[in-house]
């Protein structure tokens, strides 16, 4: 894995709120995270509906254009990560289901897309939030960068708790876990880049959940 310039494009958000028994979720989009690398181009999880003018604001300032772009990684599929997929049609996109070359005509289905050859950066299984979860591991001034998706969430860590509403709350902890071990700076889907620490103070706490 070569070293990486790693660039997060937006700051993953939310706001939930419940109104007669139904979630209602605002401003929410996942991180966009931009990783340059020496011949490739690689943007995981390019966001939701309506932020599209301030991903393609976030690439021309750092001098992109969407057909630059010649990888989509989407963590999973929630819309709130993959609604801009659209933008990239020079891209090939990954999903934790398989890959989709810019060719119309043939679509690649793995069982495991960890399997899949992927340029500059390494896709690891990080189910829970949902069955087919991946995170991807980059490097950047000698660090481990984690794009974790929504296999990292802040708040659950704060709170020492684990939402029912995951696919699997065992698998859940586990990848959390994984990620804390290898990570030096993890972005995650949504809220704020986890760090020094930061990090070391929420792994404490993720160690003693169960």
Same mark, same amino acid.
């Given at each position: 894995? &070569?070293?990486?310039?790693?660039?997060?494009?937006?700051?993953?958000?939310?706001?939930?709120?419940?109104?007669?028994?139904?979630?209602? &979720?605002?401003?929410?989009?996942?991180?966009?995270?931009?990783?340059?690398?020496?011949?490739?181009?690689?943007?995981?999880?390019?966001?939701?509906?309506?932020?599209?003018?301030?991903?393609?604001?976030?690439?021309?300032?750092?001098?992109?254009?969407?057909?630059?772009?010649?990888?989509?990684?989407?963590?999973?599929?929630?819309?709130?990560?993959?609604?801009?997929?659209?933008?990239?049609?020079?891209?090939?996109?990954?999903? *934790?289901?398989?890959?989709?070359?810019?060719?119309?005509?043939?679509?690649?289905?793995?069982?495991?897309?960890?399997?899949?050859?992927?340029?500059?950066?390494?896709?690891?299984?990080?189910?829970?939030?949902? &069955?087919?979860?991946?995170?991807?591991?980059?490097?950047?001034?000698?660090?481990?960068?984690?794009?974790?998706?929504?296999?990292?969430?802040?708040?659950?860590?704060?709170?020492?708790?684990?939402?029912?509403?995951?696919?699997?709350?065992?698998?859940?902890?586990?990848?959390?876990?994984?990620?804390?071990?290898?990570? +030096?700076?993890?972005? *995650?889907?949504?809220?704020?880049?986890?760090?020094?620490?930061?990090?070391?103070?929420?792994?404490?706490?993720? +160690?003693?959940?169960?």
């Amino acid at each position: 894995m &070569s070293e990486q310039k790693i660039i997060v494009l937006k700051e993953g958000t939310r706001v939930d709120k419940f109104e007669d028994g139904v979630k209602i &979720s605002r401003a929410i989009c996942s991180s966009i995270v931009l990783i340059k690398d020496a011949g490739h181009n690689i943007l995981v999880d390019p966001g939701a509906r309506g932020y599209a003018g301030e991903l393609l604001r976030g690439l021309e300032k750092h001098g992109f254009a969407p057909s630059d772009i010649d990888i989509v990684v989407n963590t999973h599929t929630h819309l709130d990560h993959t609604f801009n997929n659209f933008l990239f049609d020079k891209a090939t996109i990954y999903t *934790p289901a398989g890959l989709w070359p810019p060719e119309k005509d043939q679509v690649f289905i793995y069982g495991d897309i960890t399997r899949a050859t992927i340029p500059c950066v390494e896709l690891i299984n990080t189910p829970g939030h949902t &069955s087919k979860h991946v995170s991807v591991v980059g490097e950047s001034n000698g660090k481990t960068i984690v794009a974790a998706g929504d296999a990292v969430r802040e708040s659950i860590i704060d709170e020492g708790v684990l939402p029912d509403k995951y696919e699997n709350k065992q698998s859940y902890l586990e990848s959390m876990k994984k990620i804390f071990e290898i990570a +030096d700076v993890i972005i *995650p889907g949504h809220g704020k880049v986890i760090e020094g620490e930061h990090l070391t103070e929420l792994k404490n706490k993720l +160690d003693d959940m169960k």
